[in-house]
């Protein structure tokens, strides 16, 4: 239980300061690389949301500049954390992945009945065989698999490759305007580097609390999606400033991490599908309010989010004609309107489809779902 000298953290107070950690307080003046670096990673079950995650953050972000990075391999696209694809440093694909290995061997464990028979230290041998001689597609991986295995289950050979092998996409998928079908390789033979050793989980608990905190070992629990982390909080606890949230959950953070007033200016910014900001917390209404609660969703479909004072207020949709539209869950002054309008109108000139030579247009209705 949270002791009562700790001091409290009320809701918008963990909201400015998990805005200033993901940089969405004001844009930073930082480089794209060094950004998915401090995040940790950008998720990226589609191609573009890494490319809207970085606009939404840093002053003066290009696509070319990401895209520039996935080219040269200093970034790649891999299953990491939470069993999704993210995209990572050349580092920390190279390091985080080995440290979630062991939920990524749990995950094989629930398709077992389809890999009866199946020897899954061979599978990864001939899986790796099979991609680094050139890169796959699933659907041949699969295939290849099945010459050895013909009576496993199809989609359960697929999962124990993706689980058992650390697989990137090579490019151009993921090269904002050229990508790809998804072709898989080794993250070794990628980078042309060996595995590197995992990363130590207390330093990945500082860099998750530098980027997403102030945060419970719940929070950071379902980010990794790891476990039984607790007793690496209390290892690092004489390290850490403690609080408490206004339910009495103790809260851990980095003592000189910003944590700006609760009334701090927080603009209006437009997030991709899955952004890490929504995804990355078990208690998530430091960002979304009771009334916002499920309404960024369709089935297990993530639509496009729209923060307002810090929180989510709306959604979006990018459409032909460089024209965007904003479905708002409130009302909003016309001053407030108008600066949503603003970031819209910017949004459509530096990531939008059209010449980029025009304003834009942004409508304010109903996004059909």
């Known amino acids: 239980m949270a002791s009562t000298t700790h001091p409290v953290l009320d809701t918008r ?6 805005l200033a950690r993901q940089l969405l307080l004001s844009r930073a003046e930082m ?6 670096a401090h995040l940790l990673g950008l998720q990226a079950q589609n191609v573009k949301p890494p490319y809207f995650q970085l606009h939404a953050r840093l002053a003066g972000f290009r696509p070319a500049e990401l895209a520039g990075l996935m080219e040269s391999r200093e970034v790649v696209r891999m299953v990491t954390l939470r069993s999704t694809i993210h995209t990572h440093t050349a580092h920390d694909a190279l390091t ?17 009945k389809g890999l009866v028979g199946v020897d899954l230290e061979r599978l990864a041998a001939r899986a790796r065989a099979f991609v680094e001689e050139e890169p796959r597609t699933m659907g041949e991986i699969r295939e290849e698999l099945l010459r050895t295995w013909p009576d496993a289950d199809p989609q359960s050979l697929s999962v124990a490759a993706r689980c058992r092998l650390p697989l990137v996409q090579v490019t151009p ?4 305007g050229r990508s790809g079908a998804v072709r898989l390789t080794t993250v070794e033979r990628w980078l042309g580097e060996s595995g590197g050793e995992a990363q130590r989980i207390d330093d ?48 851990f953070d980095l003592p000189d991490a910003p944590r700006p007033d609760a009334d701090t200016p927080a603009p209006p910014r437009f997030l991709p599908e899955f952004d890490n900001l929504l995804l990355s917390h078990a208690d998530r209404s430091r960002v979304v309010t009771p009334e916002a609660k499920g309404r960024t969703w369709t089935g297990n479909q993530s639509h496009p989010t729209l923060l307002v004072d810090g929180f989510l207020a709306g959604l979006w949709r990018m459409g032909a004609g460089e024209v965007l539209t904003v479905e708002l869950f409130g009302t909003h002054s016309a001053a407030v309107r108008e600066e949503i309008a603003a970031e819209g109108r910017a ?13 834009g247009d942004v409508r304010f209705g109903s996004i059909h779902r």
């Open 13 to 18: 107070a963990l909201n400015r300061a998990t």
């Open 31 to 36: 480089s794209a690389r060094d950004a998915v």
């Open 96 to 112: 985080l992945r080995p440290l979630v290995q062991p939920a990524r061997d749990r995950e094989v464990n629930a398709f077992r």
């Open 173 to 176: 998928r993921g090269v904002w």
């Open 204 to 251: 990945v608990v500082l860099r998750y609390l530098g980027a997403f905190g102030p945060a419970s070992v719940k929070d950071m629990q379902v980010w990794a999606g790891l476990t039984r982390l607790r007793e690496v909080f209390q290892r690092l606890r004489p390290r850490l400033r403690v609080f408490r949230d206004e339910n009495g959950v103790e809260l």
């Open 347 to 359: 949004l459509l000139a530096e990531m939008g489809d059209g010449p980029g030579d025009g304003p």
